[in-house]
């Protein structure tokens, strides 16, 4: 892992005005990550996680402070990065190949070279057998594995996930979960998830940043020092997960019903 970050935030502030009044949703706001890092930041809804993910993809634009990305300033999305919605936003009349074929249009590639780039993320998250369906044919936990499959396709340095597994079921979701950390471990894709869910973000990321409820700031910042895969079911696993309830009850938050252990 090189040390130099590929992402520098900087002193960041952000307001919305909101009936004619501003509301600070990010309050200086500071943290770098290392390429090939995976990063969770966490937090109850409304304390303005996607706007930082926005931020950070170039989807909007900072009040004051910088966001540096492979040390160039971040005003407009890049292809450096990619989002990861979580509607999947796939295109309905399109096929599974087509629509991971997508991201791909726009960079230098023969249409047979496109071609083979999407099978191989598409046999990357296991749907090489359904390269001709259409998004109706498929579950959720594909259309969203076909999601993942064409934001890597674009083999981007940073992928920008927000909460991309939140609507899943429980078993759905941890397969996902397991299929992330396999392509992360082989495209070295540096990562920063937004989720609300204790246990992603211990199971997913190196680190995990703890924004509080109402102060747009990182209230904590901890860093996940277990070999992965991570037993969800381990000492270890119980450990960081009290330590992060912890900080939102000292935060006077009300755990929601994902946060109960
Ligand atoms: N485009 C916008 N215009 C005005 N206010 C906004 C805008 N986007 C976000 N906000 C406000 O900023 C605050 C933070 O919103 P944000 O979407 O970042 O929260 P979040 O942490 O992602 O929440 P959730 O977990 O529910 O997705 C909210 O109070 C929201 O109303
Ligand atoms: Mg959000």
């Not at 992928?159 to 429980?170: K, R």
């Not at 397969?175 to 989720?195: F, G, H, M, N, P």
């Not at 190196?206 to 895969?229: L, N």
Request: aromatic fraction near 8%; include cysteine; proline fraction near 3%.
């Amino acid at each position: 892992m090189s040390e130099t970050p590929l992402i520098q935030i900087e002193n960041l502030y952000k307001s919305y005005a909101n009936k004619g009044e501003s509301e600070q949703v990010l309050n200086d706001i500071n943290f770098d990550i290392k390429k090939g890092e995976t990063v969770a930041v966490l937090g109850q809804s409304g304390c303005g996680k996607s706007t930082l993910l926005n931020l950070i993809g170039g989807f909007e634009t900072v009040d004051h402070g910088h966001i540096m990305l492979d040390g160039q300033e971040v005003t407009r999305p890049s292809r450096k990065s990619v989002m990861l919605f979580q509607d999947y936003g796939l295109l309905p009349w399109r096929s599974v190949i087509k629509n991971v074929e997508l991201g791909l249009e726009n960079i230098n590639l023969s249409s047979n070279q496109r071609k083979e780039r999407a099978l191989k993320y598409l046999n990357l998250v296991g749907l090489d057998g359904k390269t001709d369906h259409f998004p109706r044919q498929l579950s959720g936990g594909m259309q969203q594995r076909v999601a993942i499959a064409r934001a890597l396709a674009i083999e981007p340095g940073l992928l920008l996930m927000d909460e991309p597994f939140g609507a899943l079921d429980t078993f759905t979701r941890y397969y996902l979960q397991d299929e992330l950390l396999k392509i992360q471990e082989k495209a070295q894709t540096t990562i920063v998830l937004v989720t609300h869910d204790i246990d992603e973000a211990i199971y997913l990321a190196d680190r995990v940043m703890i924004m509080g409820a109402d102060q747009g700031q990182i209230q904590r910042e901890i860093i996940i020092d277990t070999y992965k895969p991570r037993d969800r079911s381990g000492d270890d696993f119980q450990y960081y997960r009290k330590l992060i309830l912890n900080e939102f009850q000292l935060s006077g938050s009300t755990p929601q019903p994902e946060f109960t252990i």
